[in-house]
């Protein structure tokens, strides 16, 4: 088990990153979020979670221990696969998943995409009792608080080879069609990307 990487990022992708590790380019799949906090040329640790099937080896990396361990205690409930997993945690906090389960919030969960209103139900049937302490004060989806998705789409813009005017004027653009509570980061960034694309 590969429970961590640490190494040079060489490069950020929309949906992965390739950390360089002891002369090996390590390919990680992670979510915006997590993409959002690393730089190419810097070094960066990323715990990580390997997922092995017949035809493939597939590393997850995530900020942190905390993700991973959800990331993981996810995969234990029916029907979520590592993809589901992750879209999860590319959607919603660690904390805000865990306050959704704990409180049978199935609205919040069926913003996911691939996950329908028996979905979430059958993630609160199964995970409710295994999720742990829920902290104080945990939101909702991930960065659409207070304005503070405009700077995690900003640093991933950045991070993907864009100038930080370039960053700004997309985020601008992108901002100007929220009309109410803002949708999810990765939605909010595939705009900003779309944007972007058509002015190159």
């Known amino acids: 088990m590969i429970a961590s990487v640490h190494g040079v990022v060489a490069t950020v992708g929309s949906d992965q990153a390739v950390v360089e590790v002891g002369g090996v380019g390590l390919a990680v799949q ?17 715990a ?11 590393l997850y990396g995530f900020a942190d ?7 993981e205690l996810l ?5 979520v696969g ?6 999860v945690l590319a959607v919603h906090t660690p904390d805000a998943v865990r306050k959704a389960i704990a409180n049978a919030d199935t609205a919040a969960l069926t913003r996911v995409p691939g996950i329908g209103k028996k979905g979430a139900e059958r993630l609160v049937l199964e995970l409710r009792d295994k999720v742990g302490p829920i902290p104080v004060g945990a939101d909702g ?24 005017g370039q960053a700004d004027q997309a985020v601008a653009a992108v901002a100007e069609t929220v009309d109410g509570p803002p949708p999810p980061v ?12 058509r002015t190159r």
Do not use: M, Y
């Open 82 to 87: 590592p993809r589901l997993a992750q879209a």
């Open 186 to 197: 990765p939605v909010l960034l595939k705009q900003a990307i779309r944007l972007l694309g």
């Open 48 to 58: 990580t979670s390997l997922v092995v099937r017949e035809d493939s080896l597939t």
């Open 30 to 46: 992670c979510s915006p979020g997590t993409l959002a906090g690393l730089r190419v040329g810097q070094t960066a640790r990323l």
């Open 75 to 79: 995969q234990t409930a029916s029907g």
């Open 141 to 164: 989806a991930a960065g659409v608080t207070g304005g503070a998705w405009t700077e995690q789409v900003r640093q991933a813009l950045v991070g993907l080879g864009w100038t930080a």
């Open 65 to 71: 221990d905390h993700e991973k361990q959800l990331f």
